[in-house]
């Protein structure tokens, strides 16, 4: 963080971005000890798509066979509660509310999370269907649709309960850790791309976003200028809608100097309408572009404003997609992961243009003389979490290629070799899946509908649902399209080889 | 309170920003879709 002269290292234990950065490679790196034969997080409660529910839950890992399925959501419960908080201790944020709240959102989130993998929902392989008459083939993740259905009906009826939990409603907080640790889902899966493939899907991830910061923003401000908002709204609200939501609007409030209720009614708006486009897009997008996946990952990535309910939608697209058409059972996860490449670029572009934001206020709309706008700005507006998902990618993928190159080219030493890489990752992914249904239950909290009826707001609202419903979401989708359509044929050939 | 407690005519240099931007992300989209395209099957 800038502060006067220079920069607050302060910032690496205060901030969430940060912490978020830290608890993710710690969780990783205590998972990789798998590797040296030492099995870590083998407790972890492992939900299978279920008909009884008596043996629904078991160990991750045989050597914790012993282990009693209670028993595991306690250690789970525990380990987590006790990571979270050292955080939550360092930032300051109230400890014992945080605790309290994070009680309940955990068994509430692991109750629903566990309903998800009912097999009435969940099943998707044709032959148990078959033999039980009938699914809706979601994949468990359906349990993270009930996640956020439980977060809205308290958040919407039960106003003194979810006020309760809210000190531990932290959908960022716990998106960003789940998306450091997705990092290493990456880095195994890479080490299976050809260099090229892998360049160029990356590129398209930079290009669609560079066409959407062009786009969407100067569409939205000049549209919500010509409707009447001010310059302090429209330049906030053009970010809010068409970058990144929150942090996107307060940046850009802050560049302009809005006045400070500004930022926090547009980013109201932006979280309410972000919840909204987590429950109907994914669905439209594997409905409508079940020939097209990763165009309906970027989508999702490029047309929903938060962090949370964006990864949130790519977790969705992705398991409605691999349930309903198994030919692109070899793409699981990737269709996630262009959701969250497009979104982690918006992210990362967002110093950049909160400083050309500042240039251009300071230089030309506002014409400040004598103030200068500081580089450090960008460092500042980056998102240090980006930054631990580099880490994880990199890493396991340099380890799994080492051991891959030691083990020589016989096709079955190779894959002997990388197997106890790829079972320290299928353990540390528990940990992202578990983060990610935490944050579907915290957004539903944060979600209060009531928002909307605040009197005033009325023409902001207005301009916010047709900004977001009548232009941005279309040409989210067009972007993506041009990008990313038919990616999937190169990536599927080249993971299946 | 609803961002229209003032009128605030758009001044040129706006248009023109925004203008720029347009320009810009089409020629970028042209030159970003032929190298995207070029450079998959390499």
């Known amino acids: 963080m800038a502060s006067g002269k220079g920069i607050d290292w302060s910032s690496l234990y205060k901030k969430e971005d940060w912490w978020a950065l830290w608890l993710g490679l710690l969780i990783f790196f205590i998972g990789l000890l798998y590797i040296a034969g030492v099995n870590t997080f083998g407790w972890f409660p492992k939900i299978g798509i279920w008909v009884d529910p008596a043996v629904s839950v078991t160990p991750a890992s045989k050597d914790y066979a012993w282990l009693h399925p209670i028993l595991s959501y306690v250690i789970l419960y525990v380990v987590t509660v006790v990571l979270l908080s050292i955080a939550v201790v360092a930032m300051k944020w109230n400890l014992k509310r945080f605790i309290a709240g994070y009680t309940f959102i955990y068994i509430i989130t692991m109750i629903t999370y566990w309903f998800g993998h009912w097999a009435y929902i969940a099943e998707t392989d044709p032959k148990k269907v078959e033999q039980l008459g009938f699914s809706l083939r979601m994949t468990g993740e359906a349990g993270l649709l009930f996640a956020l259905l439980a977060g809205l009906i308290i958040s919407n009826f039960f106003r003194g309960f979810a006020n309760f939990l809210r000190d531990a409603a932290k959908p960022e907080l716990y998106i960003k850790i789940a998306i450091v640790l997705l990092g290493a889902k990456l880095g195994i899966d890479v080490v299976r791309l050809p260099v090229g493939l892998l360049a160029n899907y990356v590129l398209r991830g930079v290009a669609a976003i560079v066409e959407a910061y062009l786009i969407y923003w100067g569409l939205a401000y000049i549209i919500a200028r010509k409707w009447g908002l001010t310059r302090e709204w429209a330049a906030p609200l053009a970010s809010g809608i068409s970058i990144c939501g929150v942090s996107a609007a307060i940046a850009t409030a802050a560049v302009i100097r809005a006045r400070p209720h500004v930022p926090a009614v547009i980013a109201s708006l932006v979280v309410v309408f972000a919840a909204v486009e987590l429950v109907i897009l994914p669905f439209v997008a594997a409905i409508f572009l079940a020939h097209q996946p990763l165009v309906a990952g970027a989508w999702m990535g490029l047309a929903i404003k938060t962090d949370g309910a964006a990864a949130a939608s790519g977790a969705i697209v992705d398991a409605l997609m691999v349930g309903w058409y198994p030919e692109y059972a070899p793409l699981k996860g990737w269709i996630l992961n262009t959701t969250v490449l497009t979104k982690l670029f918006i992210d990362i572009f967002i110093g950049v243009w909160a400083f050309i934001l500042a240039v251009v206020w300071v230089y030309w709309i506002e014409r400040r003389p004598g103030e200068k706008v500081r580089k450090l700005e960008i460092w500042f507006r980056f998102p240090k979490f980006v930054l631990g998902f580099m880490a994880t990618m990199i890493i396991l993928a340099a380890m799994t290629g080492a051991a891959i190159a030691a083990a020589g080219a016989d096709v079955a030493a190779q894959r002997e070799a990388v197997k106890p890489y790829r079972e320290a990752q299928s353990l540390i992914d528990d940990f992202r899946k578990f983060f990610f249904a935490m944050t579907f239950t915290s957004i539903g909290l944060i979600t209060d509908f009531g928002t909307l009826k605040r009197e005033g707001f009325g023409k902001i609202i207005a301009i916010y649902l047709i900004l977001l419903f009548g232009v941005i979401i279309w040409i989210g989708f067009a972007i993506s399209w041009l990008f990313f359509h038919d990616v999937h044929h190169y990536l599927i050939k080249a993971l299946a080889s | ?42």
Request: proline share 5%; charged share 15%; no cysteine.
């Open chain 2, 1 to 42: 309170m609803s961002g229209e407690e003032k009128v605030e005519p758009i001044l040129p240099v706006e248009k023109k920003l925004v203008a720029i931007s347009l320009i810009l992300a089409a020629i970028l989209m042209g030159v970003l879709y032929v190298v995207a395209w070029a450079t998959l099957g390499v």
